[in-house]
């Protein structure tokens, strides 16, 4: 979970790219704090790049395959 010390740096936003999921390998073009849908495990994702592979990290059985969500942006966001 990431965490944070003042809300006041941050900004509520319902826009669709924070329900995405995506596939380990997968470029995107949004730089944030990504986190594995399984695990919980987070990492900083920067643009154009793709995100870390199946194998980045282990799971144990009963978490899945490895699926990244959005979680925070500092990226420009329009609707």
Not at 34 to 51: D, K, M, Q, S
Not at 59 to 71: D, Q, S, T, Y
Request: glycine share 6%; aromatic share 12%; net charge negative.
């Amino acid at each position: 979970m990431a965490w944070y010390k003042y809300s006041t740096f941050f900004a509520n936003s319902n826009l669709d790219e924070f329900d995405k999921v995506y596939a380990p390998g997968a470029v995107i073009a949004w730089s944030g704090i990504y986190r594995c849908e399984g695990c919980g495990h987070e990492i900083v994702h920067t643009l154009h790049h793709p995100l870390p592979s199946q194998n980045h990290h282990q799971h144990a059985a009963n978490e899945g395959k490895i699926r990244w969500r959005l979680v925070a942006t500092d990226a420009p966001l329009s609707s």
